[in-house]
């Protein structure tokens, strides 16, 4: 197998990894576990409007599903990291490093960024409806 086929298969795996993550915190954490209201009680509880959680519960689930199929891959990977920013400046920042520490620290939301722009920067990589597309035109 070539460098380059290899190449485009761990940026698929990058790539559909950061999806499911980002459908997991939406759809079974912020839907199924807290449900929508208590997500959006949480966000009051930070001093942020509640309607802010319906919105980041959007981002991130059609996000999540954008970056499975491989959509628009650079464009929602950049865009998905404006609510790790978030996470980090209202929620995760003054509770230290660790993501294990009461409350969850910000190394994991940070290492989420990190990811997500890594992606952008490498596109979509194999399986992904971008270079479905690209071969057909071809």
Do not use: D
């Not at 190449?7 to 999806?19: D, E, K, Q």
């Not at 609510?83 to 969850?104: D, E, K, T």
């Amino acid at each position: 197998m070539s460098n380059e086929k290899m190449s485009n298969f761990g940026i698929a795996l990058l790539r559909m990894s950061l999806g499911l993550m980002f459908l997991a915190h939406s759809i079974i954490l912020k839907l199924l576990t807290f449900g929508l209201l208590g997500t959006a009680h949480f966000f009051e509880s930070l001093g942020l409007p509640s309607m802010l959680a319906y919105v980041t519960f959007a981002v991130e689930a059609f996000g999540g599903f954008l970056l499975l199929f491989g959509l628009h891959t650079r464009y929602v990977a950049l865009a998905l990291t404006i609510p790790l920013i978030g996470a980090i400046i209202w929620v995760h920042g003054g509770n230290g490093w660790v993501f294990s520490a009461p409350n969850g620290g910000w190394e994991y939301p940070l290492y989420l960024i990190v990811l997500c722009i890594a992606q952008a920067l490498l596109g979509s990589g194999a399986f992904s409806m971008e270079s479905h597309k690209s071969n057909k035109t071809q």
